[in-house]
């Protein structure tokens, strides 16, 4: 409205000085004229993002924490043993690196390990944690136990039915028993997919392996222990794992 004012009040001196005539002010704001004047001062244009720019802006939008997630990640390092529980989707994979990566750029861990239950995950997580911790042990819980457990099985122990469900574990355990004078590999452990993993021949293992156990070791554990309770089913429920490790 007060650029209008000051275009007519222009225009009315112009013709007081006549410098303008009646031919000269249809000329001079003519629809063409009005319509070029427009393109020059404010031109039509649209931003286009290419697919690659996009996907790193979305990479980007998911590691951003809300305050929430900062709030959590603060309490989390004056703890020595913390549990998360959240459903699908809050972030709790996001919070686990950034918990390794905290523990290890503060000298808190100097022999981290990151476990969880999908292979997939353990991949993406090994790649994620590459970056700022290159000698942690990153990776699903099996394929770290056939690891551990490789030198003492035997054929007829991949063939057995319960192969996956503790006679594996009950390997590794071997192995890290046989090599105890090496100590425990972990001092520092962050556990995702935390709700198929509390189980108990599992958690012998990592028992073994961590500096101080579950009961007095440093160690992190994120899960759904509500609606992402798929292998363990409820048999060892989370207050029964507390009260039961963690005295």
């Not at 709790?92 to 918990?99: D, I, N, P």
């Not at 006679?167 to 972990?186: C, I, K, Q, V, W």
């Not at 089913?233 to 029964?240: A, C, I, N």
Request: hydrophobic residues 45%; negative net charge.
């Amino acid at each position: 409205r007060s650029i209008i004012a000051i275009l007519a009040q222009g225009r009315d001196l112009l013709f007081q000085k006549g410098i303008l005539s009646a031919r000269d002010q249809e000329k001079h704001a003519s629809p063409s004229r009005c319509a070029m004047a427009g393109r020059l001062l404010r031109p039509r244009f649209e931003i286009a993002m290419s697919p690659k720019t996009r996907r790193r802006e979305q990479d980007e939008e998911l590691l951003r924490l809300t305050e929430e997630q900062f709030e959590a990640l603060d309490q989390s390092s004056l703890n020595p043993r913390v549990v998360f529980s959240g459903p699908a989707g809050t972030g709790k994979t996001v919070l686990a690196v950034e918990t390794l990566r905290r523990a290890v750029v503060t000298g808190k861990a100097k022999r981290p390990a990151m476990l969880c239950f999908n292979k997939l995950l353990g991949a993406e997580l090994a790649s994620r944690v590459q970056s700022f911790a290159p000698h942690a042990t990153v990776a699903h819980i099996d394929g770290w136990l056939a690891q551990l457990a490789n030198p003492l099985l035997t054929r007829a122990d991949r063939d057995d039915a319960s192969f996956f469900r503790g006679l594996l574990a009950e390997r590794a355990a071997d192995a890290l028993l046989l090599n105890e004078t090496s100590g425990p590999p972990f001092d520092f452990l962050v556990v995702d997919e935390a709700q198929d993993i509390l189980q108990p021949h599992y958690l012998d293992v990592i028992d073994l392996a961590l500096e101080g156990g579950l009961a007095g070791g440093l160690w992190n554990m994120f899960g759904d222990f509500v609606g992402q309770d798929i292998f363990a089913q409820g048999r060892l429920g989370l207050e029964s794992f507390v009260s039961d490790r963690c005295p």
